[in-house]
């Protein structure tokens, strides 16, 4: 058996350092390591998005990287997209628009929906399918999920305006 | 007056009752990714077991040599057939009537099946001990056609032919073959062969509704954790139907019932894959026993593929007649059904094709005839239920296609054909030619509405346009208009026909008043999905006039919640909510007692309204049920006990006949094959709606597994009974982009003996969808004299039509 290696994660904000074999796949350090359940697994092939996670900056099926890969890199999860007192736009928005059924795909839908409105602010709705299509939701037929989008685009896209709004006030007011 | 009447209004809406599109409650946990799949579970010293699988689909199995696997550090154990013999659990009971190995006993019967059952410390470690078992094989003949196996000397059971060569009886009767497992009759055969003799015009067609499989996102799992002190299993797993696991473990491992208890915490999806009994549960089971600690079995997605439920796999032979006006007058199928190595397949007892006698639709057929043939080949067991009720989508299937032959036979339109055949509104309650009673239905209402909507006649204008301008060569797309129409038959069912395993198909409902005026109930039943939390409460909310966010509901813990059959075959509404409403009224019924007294009049001076009893007459003087169910704790009241709890056991007296006209438009490319979804209309009628947003997200979800049905999605096998779509990469799921967007529409027609006039809704739009889907492929292509050609249509087969026709001349 090859020697184990020394990884180094940032996982949500927290440092984590452990030694692993060389073959531990990062869904599985998450998962049964670091008892960070919200990713799943759904095919282990790259191929669903259960296990969608963002590493430095880029959305990662964690199933098919290694966590040695990962060393030395931040991965996000869904629990660090938003909790109970800070709910992500997105969290809200899957709520209202009924954008989840089952739930098994929702963390890592939500966790590829934060990038893909990070890159683009205003997607269509056809960016949205486009930019979806690596996760699979085998219950809501996406059509909720796309609305769900779309809506915290807008509310995202809205607040922004408004806190920018806010800044111009302050600096009219500096002006003066 | 007008205060009075908006104060009501605000009284009804606090309730979140039924009606309303009420939040899922399910949602803040599953979204912060705190759910809790079974995968999540975690225990002290817990091991994890995993399968050593057959590579061959039919073996003699020599040897098994697990020597080297145990020096692997951090195995455990390596279970084989020869450790589970003792036990008596080297073969399990199906629920066809069967008998399945739990691990391979002398041979193997399909690719994939478990052969060793390898318990190590982790994943990693599993996985290395299976590399290192050796078994030998020898191979033997595979045959993966039921057509072949029927002719066949090979004998894939031999434990079910007599050491003479007799052939006992199956299940299900007589057997006429070695492979065949039994034959299944409905209807009357000399009647209708006679009619159809003597028709004016007849309509034949075969047709091959192919294996495919409900692949949830979440694969099949389970954690066994026996403790030998004070002797108690419990089992958590991926369960549709809770209950009735627990008894199965009780049978097959002799422990009491009482010790046993089973829990099915979040399930990631079920679509039937979920319903039956796994070798895997049986392992974990005695992995846990023997080693004395926490077993967890999780599928990868290839076993879950090669393994565990396929669905479908019927090969369709009907006939259809009519007179020169089109009105039908039989109706004649044939199925041989391929059910694979064992007769796996999840269907009530006495319906072992299940509800596959619904065939007739939505027509008044006078005089109609099914027969079907089980078949044993070198395939995967299951025959599941795939996100319909028992057999369902194959039969509205057949009868929406045989429609659409019978049209091209007469020359006429298939809209029409339909109308001029619905079972008349007035006809209801209507027995059927082969023997069921649907409940109710406007059928004429339906289709008109839906006809309308999508400006049917416009289509069929645009439709003949566009032909034109095709062979003029202005285009290569065609048009193609599905149709379907669909009569469902869910809710199993009636204790007098419908069991499983013999335990009747009942469900149950528990509900306990807290003193403060919330509540908690419990159901036989299990949410993979469709919201119960959400929609049960709502139910409740409405009948005992607490509001639904005051209400828990709780499933899925045997020791806590009352027995029940579980969720599959749209049977929740139907049954489980018809339970809840029942246990509801009863509360109801004690708090009116409650109220009078409090009130001080006669019981029958009071009246229930909303979320009170009020004084007849004297709406000013009420008691709310908030103010009763206190009063029921706090208050000793003559002749009525403490407390205020309830229980219903519901056995129904009738299915539910769910109903609904689908229409789809597409457009295909006939150099590529590549169909283009332009509009899809969805009308349902599921009787009462409970909630409207998660009806609108089932039938999304529906009409998204039926488009893979119809469109791509397959098990395939090569001739050796090698799995060919084993992984995400071969086997179809839509993602968004491949996904239309869907147009939701209703009529309401309630079930007249549902007590809530409820039906149930989460498999219609499969059952509808696929003949849709697959309807608006072969219409695009019957003006170049397409009459029928087999599911799936992915790219190539579609290709392969427009070729065959001479399209592509
Ligand atoms: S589990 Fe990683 S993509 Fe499916
Ligand atoms: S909600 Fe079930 S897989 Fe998406």
């Known amino acids: 058996m090859p020697d184990k290696m020394h990884i180094k994660l940032n996982v949500n904000g927290k440092d984590e350092e452990f030694l692993a074999e060389p073959r531990e796949l990062l869904i599985y350090t998450l998962r049964e390591r670091l008892n960070i359940t919200g990713p799943h697994i759904g095919c282990e092939t790259s191929h669903c998005g259960a296990c969608t996670v963002t590493i430095d900056g880029k959305s990662v099926k964690s199933c098919t990287m290694f966590a040695a890969q990962a060393s030395g890199k931040s991965v996000t999860t869904i629990e660090g997209i938003g909790g109970p007192d800070d709910l992500h736009p997105l969290q809200e928005a899957f709520k209202e628009h009924h954008g989840l059924q089952c739930g098994y795909c929702t963390p890592g839908m939500i966790t590829r929906a934060t990038k893909l409105l990070e890159e683009n602010p205003n997607p269509t709705e056809e960016d949205i399918r486009f930019g979806m299509a690596g996760n699979i939701c085998r219950c809501t037929g996406y059509q909720n999920i796309v609305k769900s989008i779309q809506a915290a685009a807008a509310e995202m896209n809205a607040a922004a305006a408004s806190s920018s709004e806010a800044v111009g006030n302050k600096t009219v007011e500096a002006a003066e | 007056m007008k205060d009075e009447v908006e104060n009501r209004e605000d009284r009804v809406a606090n309730l979140k009752g039924m009606g309303c599109s009420r939040k899922r409650v399910e949602d803040a946990r599953f979204t912060q990714g705190k759910g809790n799949y079974v995968d999540d579970i975690k225990l002290d010293g817990m091991l994890f077991g995993d399968f050593v699988r057959s590579p061959y689909a039919h073996a003699r199995i020599k040897s098994v040599d697990t020597a080297a696997a145990l020096e692997v550090p951090g195995v455990l154990a390596v279970l084989t057939a020869a450790d589970l013999e003792p036990l008596g659990l080297h073969w399990m009971p199906t629920l066809a009537g069967d008998k399945q190995m739990v691990l391979a006993d002398g041979k193997v019967l399909f ?90 015009v007849v309509a034949d067609e075969s047709m091959y509704y192919h294996r495919t499989h409900p692949c949830p996102l979440e694969t099949c799992g389970c954690v066994a954790s026996m403790d030998k002190v004070n002797g108690k299993l419990t089992l958590w797993g991926t369960f549709q139907a809770p209950h009735a696991i627990r008894t199965v473990v009780s049978l097959i491992s002799g422990i009491e019932e009482h010790n046993i208890r089973v829990i099915s915490p979040d399930i990631g999806g079920g679509f039937g894959n979920k319903v039956g009994a796994y070798p895997g549960y049986v392992c974990s089971v005695v992995a846990s026993i023997v080693t004395g600690k926490p077993v967890k079995w999780i599928e990868d997605r290839m076993d879950n593929l090669m393994t565990t439920a396929f669905a479908r796999d019927y090969h369709m032979t009907g006939k259809i007649s009519a007179t020169k006006e089109g009105k039908i007058t039989a109706l004649q199928c044939h199925v041989t059904a391929d059910h694979g190595g064992f007769d796996a397949c999840a269907d009530p007892t006495k319906f072992p094709a299940g509800f596959m006698n619904i065939c007739t639709g939505s027509y008044d057929i006078p005089t109609a005839y099914l027969e079907v043939d089980g078949v044993y080949t070198n395939k995967a067991p299951g025959g599941v239920s795939y996100r319909c009720s028992f057999r369902v989508t194959e039969a509205v299937y057949f009868i929406e296609r045989m429609i659409e032959v019978l049209a091209i036979e007469l020359d006429m339109d298939a809209a029409e054909l339909r109308r001029i055949n619905f079972i008349k509104k007035e006809q209801f309650p209507y027995t059927a030619a082969l023997g069921w009673e649907y409940d109710s239905g406007d059928y004429h209402t339906a289709w008109d509405k839906a006809l309308t909507t999508v400006d049917y006649e416009g289509l069929r204008a645009e439709q003949a346009q566009r032909v034109e301008d095709f062979k003029a060569g202005k285009t290569r797309k065609l048009m193609g208009i599905g149709l379907s129409f669909f009569t469902e038959i869910v809710g ?216 893979a049905v119809a469109l791509g999605q397959e098990i395939a096998y090569d001739d050796m009974g090698n799995v060919k779509t084993g992984t995400l990469m071969d086997f179809f799921l839509p993602t968004a982009w491949e996904v239309p967007n869907y147009e939701t529409d209703f009529t309401v027609t309630p079930s007249p003996h549902h007590p809530i006039g409820a039906k149930g809704v989460g498999e219609s739009p499969h059952v509808g969808g696929v003949p849709c889907f697959s309807n608006a492929v072969q219409d695009a292509f019957r003006p170049f004299g397409n009459r029928h050609t087999n599911m799936p249509h992915d790219h190539w087969r579609i290709w392969r039509t427009a070729n065959e026709l001479g399209l592509h001349d």
Request: overall charge negative; aromatic content about 8%.
């Open chain 2, 492 to 707: 199993a069912g009636p204790v007098k026909n419908c069991d499983i395993l013999g335990l009747g198909m009942f469900d149950s409902c528990e509900i306990r008043i807290h003193p403060t005026g919330s509540a908690i109930a419990r159901l036989g039943t299990i949410s993979q999905g469709q919201g119960h939390a959400t929609t049960f409460a709502q139910i409740l909310a409405s009948e005992i006039g607490l509001p639904a966010d005051s209400i828990t509901i709780e499933e899925g813990d045997t020791d806590t919640a009352p027995y029940g059959l579980g969720t599959y075959g749209s049977r929740s509404t139907p049954v489980a909510g018809a339970a809840t409403a029942m246990a509801g009224r009863k509360i109801r019924a004690k708090a009116q007692m409650i109220a009078a007294y409090l009130l001080e009049v006669h019981d029958n001076d009071v009246e229930f309204d909303v979320d009170r009893f009020v004084v007849k007459g004297a709406p000013e003087k009420f008691k709310t049920m908030k103010e009763i169910a206190f009063a029921a704790y706090n208050q000793a009241i003559p002749g009525i006990e403490p407390g205020l709890e309830a229980v219903s056991y519901y056995d129904p007296p009738n299915m539910t006949y769910p109903f609904g006209a689908y229409v789809c438009v597409m457009d295909i490319d006939v150099d590529t094959g590549v169909p283009e979804i332009r509009r899809f209309y969805a009308l349902d009628d599921c009787g009462t709606r409970i909630n409207p947003m998660i009806i609108e997200g089932q039938v999304h979800g529906g009409l998204t597994e039926a488009l």
């Open chain 2, 111 to 200: 690719q994939g099946q478990e052969v060793a059952f390898v318990v190590a410390e982790d994943r990693y470690a599993a996985a290395d001990g299976i590399e290192l078992v050796e078994v030998e094989y020898e191979e033997l003949p595979v045959i993966v056609d039921p057509f072949e196996a029927l002719q066949s000397d090979v004998v894939l059971r031999e434990d079910l032919v007599g050491e003479d060569g007799s052939l006992p009886d199956g299940a299900h009767g007589p057997r006429k073959h070695h492979n065949h497992i039994f034959t299944w009759e409905a209807g009357d055969k000399e009647p209708t062969e006679e009619v159809i003799a003597n028709a004016e």
